[in-house]
Every structure is written in structure tokens, then in C-alpha cells.
């Protein structure tokens, strides 16, 4: 058998029950296959087995008591899954879905996308079932508490470093950071994400969605083409919805359906974002909102059949598994040229088989969302630093990260001889160095 089925059978049989880690571990492995044929020390040192293992994982309970003074307990994570190559680096995850599973998915794209970023960050993530949705500022202030103060005595500014995900944006960071500065009493940069007046970066907002359209723009650029007059489909409406929209827009092209996890909207002239921010940013409220309020514009419930709208590059953005087969299938059908995934793993692997296998241009999560990361990795360099840098430096600076993502994966994959393959390429450009970094460590 060879070595990575091995390693693929041995992890299933140890963790049964994580389908979404047996599935990120799959695919990624599949892609090292010609790595690890051409480096047998990798098996001697059984670097497969330690690379997909955690070095630490964290549950902790986190009680908290509700307005009405009722008591409830969620569970918190915190997988900290590779330092080789820097402090574990990964964001934190609040929604009612949360188990081992997907954090530990989370965490091992993370180790690589880190990687990918260039930049001396190791990987981790974290999170909690913890459901925001609905609760008072009162409640999500005490939840966030309760979580730092299990939470505060396995992080550090130079052992782990936290920021945001899925249901943790800028409010969740201030009240975490909050609480573990009164803990510590150390003003450092422990979390990243957080607001300009207390150790944030400009950028930092912005930048995943930022960074997923500079990656896109790239592709493109390298098949002389460019963002100009294209169709544009993005799911979610959340952080990096958001800002993958604004920058699209802002480099010509036209987006015409964003959605959250109820349904979708269309608009055929085009999403009026600042329409969309004051729904989501201000009143936290529901996309269906903008059908309301916006002449010409379309809601439909269900998030899924948003990947029948005809487009040329498609963005999905809000969360895993949420792009399968048969919408990868219609998204073909429709002409799609370009996917780039904003979300973690949101295309299942037959779906990204029926892209790969249509010639569609596929710019995979780790490469394409990793600019969000590699800003907070500029912001925590800003941090002990004791520099700000403007807006135009670090949007500099995310720019010229992307680029080089983008001629890492392409070079890796010509490498192994399989062109325009940049699930492969990504694989193995962030797995190469995590490899070196584990080699020259010893049996850690
Ligand atoms: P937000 O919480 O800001 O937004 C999430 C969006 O996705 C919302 O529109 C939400 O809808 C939708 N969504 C969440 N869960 C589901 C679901 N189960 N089904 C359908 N829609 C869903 O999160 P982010 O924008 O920060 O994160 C989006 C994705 O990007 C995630 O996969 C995250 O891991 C990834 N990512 C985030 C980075 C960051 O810097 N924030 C960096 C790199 C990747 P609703 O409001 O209805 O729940
Ligand atoms: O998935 C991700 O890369 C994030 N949620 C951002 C992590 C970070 O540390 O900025």
C-alpha cells in the first residue's frame, strides 16, 4: 500500500466520525503523493503520521448566564495544530455547527495556507457551538469573557495567536481581547482583527476578500483577461463576502447574487453594497432585507440554487460543503471561467473534479482566502513593532503576498507536471516548507 493511503487509512480508523477531516486530510495527501515518492525520508520519519496529528487539542467548557439570568454551557475548541514553521495562527469560530470535525479541518488548511502566506506563522483554529444569532450585546460580551478566561492560559503573542471567523468579526475580538488583557495585564498582540485604536491594522477587514479578488485578478492577468465587464456570483454576506464584493466592484465587474444561510438575492444591474453593509454590518439583519428595498432585485430562499445564476467567476464565501457537484455542474454548464474559493473548503471533491475536469480556472481556499491571515500576520509585525502602517502599505503589501501565492502554486504544479492544477500546487507549495521546518526540527 503506499505510504499515504496508509497514512489516509490509519487517520480514518483513529478519528472516526470526522467527515470533515478525513476530507480535507484526503484531499490534500492525494496531492503529495509524487511529493513524498520523490522524498523517502518523509516515511523514515514518519513526518505524514506527526503532520496530520495535532500537538495540542484544547475543549474546555464555557458557562455564561443569559439576560434572563438562565445558565448555559457551550463547548470551546482550540486545535493547535503545527507550529513548525511559527506561532500556531488561525482564527476562532462561533456558530451552533462547531465540533472537533470541523475545527480540526480548519486547522490543518490553516497549517498550509500559513505556510503559502511566506510569512513565519504556524496553524491552529478554534471556536465554540456557541450560536450568536439573536443574542443581546450583553450576552455576547459575557459569552466571549467566559471564553478568554479558559482560553487565555494556552494563547500568547508568541504562542498562539487567535482572530476572527465565522460568527467573530471586530465586536467578538475587542470583548475577548478585553478580558484577556484584565487577566494578563499585557498589552500585546495575542489576537488579531482587532479595532485601530488598540493594536489593530488598517486592512485587516478587508483584506480576505481583498486578497481573494488580487489572487483571481492574477489568474486572470496570466490568461490576459481581467475583472473588467465579467459576472460575478458570490454566496454569503458576511466579512469576506463583503469586501470580496467592494473590490470586484471597485476593479470593474459586476456582481449580481450574494446570500446567507436562509437565501439568495439577484440583482441583475448589480449589488448596491452599501445597501448589503447597512443590512449586515449595522442591523445584523437578513439578505431577504435587500429584496425590500432595492427596485429590480429578486430573494429566493435557499442558498444553493444561487449557483444557477449564469456567471463568469464564481466566489463562494460562506462555508463549507456549500458548493457540491451538481452546482459545480451547472456553474460548468453556465460558462463559469474562474472559482475562487473565499470560504474554507467550500466545494466538495467531486465538485472541484467537475471544475479541474472542465478546464474551469480553480484558485483553492488555502491560496485564496489566505490574505486575511497573512494581514493579521502584518498586523502582529506591526504589533511588536510598535508601528502603524497606512492603509496603502499593508494593501501593498497583501497585493504583492497574493502575487507571489499565485506563482507559488503555479510553479509547484508545473513542478510535479500538473499544470494549472492549483489544488495540487497549493498543496505541495505549502506542505514543502511545513516539511523542511519539520525535518530540521527533529522527532517533535
Ligand atoms: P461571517 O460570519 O462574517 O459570515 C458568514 C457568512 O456565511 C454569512 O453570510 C452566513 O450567513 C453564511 N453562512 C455561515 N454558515 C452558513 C451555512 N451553514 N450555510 C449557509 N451560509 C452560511 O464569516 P466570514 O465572512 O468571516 O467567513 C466566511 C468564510 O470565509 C468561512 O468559511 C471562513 O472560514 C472563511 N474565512 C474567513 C476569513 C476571515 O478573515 N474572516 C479568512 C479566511 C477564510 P448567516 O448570517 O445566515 O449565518
Ligand atoms: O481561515 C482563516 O484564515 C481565518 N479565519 C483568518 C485567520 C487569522 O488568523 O487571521
Redesign the pocket.
Known amino acids: 500500500m503506499h505510504y499515504v493511503d496508509r497514512v489516509l487509512a490509519s487517520l480514518k480508523e483513529k478519528n472516526p466520525n470526522e467527515a470533515e477531516f478525513h476530507q480535507a486530510a484526503t484531499e490534500i495527501l492525494n496531492s503529495l503523493r509524487p511529493v513524498v515518492d520523490r522524498h523517502p525520508e518523509y516515511e523514515k520519519t514518519a513526518l505524514l503520521e506527526r503532520f496530520v496529528e495535532p500537538e495540542r487539542v484544547i475543549l474546555f467548557r464555557v458557562p455564561w448566564v443569559d439576560d434572563g439570568g438562565n445558565v448555559h454551557v457551550n463547548k470551546g475548541y482550540r486545535v493547535q495544530f503545527s507550529s513548525a514553521i511559527g506561532p500556531y495562527k488561525g ?1 476562532l ?1 462561533f ?1 451552533p ?1 462547531v465540533n472537533l470535525s470541523i475545527v480540526k479541518f ?1 486547522g490543518l488548511e490553516q497549517v498550509l ?1 500559513n505556510s503559502l502566506t511566506s510569512l513565519p506563522i504556524g496553524g491552529g483554529k478554534g471556536g465554540s457551538d456557541f450560536d450568536p ?1 439573536g443574542k443581546s450585546e450583553g450576552e455576547i460580551m459575557r459569552f466571549c469573557q467566559s471564553f478568554m478566561t479558559e482560553l487565555y492560559r494556552h494563547v500568547g503573542a508568541d504562542t498562539d495567536v487567535p ?7 471586530g465586536r467578538e475580538i475587542g470583548y475577548l481581547f478585553g478580558q484577556y488583557k484584565r487577566i494578563v495585564n499585557e498589552h500585546v498582540g495575542v489576537l488579531t ?1 482587532r479595532g485601530l485604536s488598540y493594536g489593530g491594522s488598517l486592512v ?1 477587514t478587508e ?2 476578500g481583498y486578497g481573494l479578488c488580487y489572487i483571481v485578478e492574477e489568474a486572470l492577468a496570466d490568461r490576459n483577461d481581467g475583472f473588467k465587464d465579467k459576472t460575478v456570483v458570490i ?8 469586501y470580496a464584493a467592494e473590490k470586484a466592484q471597485s476593479l470593474g465587474a459586476k456582481v449580481v447574487a450574494m ?4 437565501g439568495y438575492i439577484f440583482d441583475k444591474s448589480g449589488i448596491s453594497l452599501d445597501v448589503v453593509k447597512q443590512i ?1 454590518e449595522t442591523e445584523r439583519g ?2 431577504r432585507l435587500y429584496a425590500e428595498r432595492v427596485k429590480g432585485a429578486e430573494y429566493h430562499d435557499g ?1 444553493r440554487d444561487i449557483w444557477s445564476i449564469p456567471c463568469d467567476i464564481a466566489l463562494p ?4 460543503n ?1 458548493l457540491d457537484l451538481e452546482s459545480a455542474k451547472r456553474l460548468v454548464q453556465n460558462g463559469v471561467k474562474v472559482v475562487g474559493e ?5 466545494t466538495t471533491l467531486d465538485g472541484i473534479s467537475a471544475f479541474l475536469g472542465n478546464g474551469v480556472v480553480f484558485l483553492p ?1 488555502k491560496a485564496a ?5 497573512a494581514t ?1 500576520a502584518l498586523e502582529m509585525a506591526q504589533s511588536s513593532g510598535r508601528l502603524f502602517w497606512t492603509f496603502e502599505e499593508v494593501d501593498l503589501r497583501l497585493r504583492s503576498i497574493m502575487k507571489n501565492i499565485y506563482r507559488n502554486i503555479d510553479g509547484a504544479a508545473r513542478e510535479y507536471g500538473a499544470e494549472g492544477d492549483y489544488v495540487a500546487g497549493a498543496n505541495i507549495a505549502g506542505f514543502r516548507k511545513v516539511a523542511d521546518a519539520m525535518l530540521a526540527q527533529g522527532i517533535v
Not at 482572530?163 to 468579526?169: F, K, M, N, W
Not at 446570500?259 to 436562509?262: L, P, T, V, W
Not at 473565499?342 to 467550500?346: D, K, V
Open positions: 482564527g469560530r456558530h455547527t480548519l495556507k444569532k482572530a476572527g471567523d465565522i460568527g467573530v468579526g482583527g485587516r483584506a480576505t454566496s454569503g454576506s458576511g466579512n469576506v463576502a463583503i446570500s446567507d444561510s436562509n449586515k437578513r439578505i442558498c464565501c460562506a462555508t463549507q456549500e473565499g470560504a474554507n473548503m467550500p481556499a482566502n489566505a490574505g486575511g491571515v493579521s
